[in-house]
């Protein structure tokens, strides 16, 4: 079955640590994004990548960083410059950067910070 | 820039009762909108979407929307609720920015269906 996997789901930390979200995709898709969730505010664009070795900043990329060495992974650092870090990480792809394109969600990482 | 706005962060139903969740988009451009549910500590998964053609758009369990531009509106309904409906809803457009795909979400409407 294909489809984007993310790990783990759930992930604790202490502050001033640095750490690193998976996703990976087996859908063959060009685009890949990164998204954070807080209740209440939706999902808001951290960083987004249309192809191999290239990405660019999102919403809110700051204290946060992101590769893309491979077409299937799309791993998210999260750094301790971060102010708030706790939040639900949903990693997700697209076909491409066509407008009519759906994007496909992962299961999602939960961080907490303390 | 592009926008939308789901009227209620949390709608009650019946089991039984129609289903109406409100989108209201703000777009410079014809708009391609869609309605994506997630269930507790899940992702998100696309119930339908809009970008040509015909107005009222079916998606997958039984969920229905239609685009009407002249209200700016993509109103989500489906006509009877199941307890299995209850779940976040979340409206979105997409857009061109910077030469790619940028969607913006909806804060969320959460559904609750009373038994």
């Known amino acids: 079955d294909g489809g984007i996997t993310q790990s783990p789901k759930y992930l604790f930390r202490k502050e001033g640590q640095n750490v690193t979200l998976s996703c990976e995709q087996n859908?063959?898709?060009?685009?890949m994004y990164w998204y954070r969730q807080d209740p209440g505010q939706g999902l808001r664009l951290i960083y987004y990548?249309?192809?191999?070795?290239?990405?660019q900043k999102g919403d809110i990329a700051e204290g946060y960083s992101v590769s893309r060495e491979k077409k299937e992974s799309f791993p998210l650092t999260v750094t301790s410059a971060q102010k708030n870090p706790t939040a639900f990480y949903l990693c997700a792809s697209s076909r491409g950067s066509t407008l009519s394109y759906e994007q496909y969600f992962g299961p999602g990482t939960r961080l907490t910070v303390t | 820039a592009q926008s939308v706005t789901q009227l209620g962060s949390h709608v009650s139903v019946s089991e039984g009762a129609l289903v109406l969740l409100r989108c209201n988009y703000s777009?410079?451009?014809?708009?391609?909108l869609f309605w994506y549910v997630q269930y507790p500590n899940q992702g998100l998964q696309l119930l339908l979407k809009?970008?040509?053609?015909?107005?009222l758009v079916k998606g997958i369990n039984g969920f229905e929307a239609e685009f009407k531009k002249s209200e700016t509106s993509f109103h989500l309904t489906k006509p009877s609720a199941h307890m299995s409906d209850a779940a976040e809803y979340f409206c979105a457009v997409s857009s061109l920015a910077g030469g790619y795909q940028k969607v913006t979400f909806g804060i969320g409407t959460k559904l609750q269906v009373i038994p």
């Open positions: 859908l063959n898709h060009d685009a």
């Open positions: 777009s410079s451009v014809p708009p391609y």
């Open positions: 990548s249309q192809i191999v070795n290239d990405f």
């Open positions: 809009y970008t040509t053609g015909a107005t």
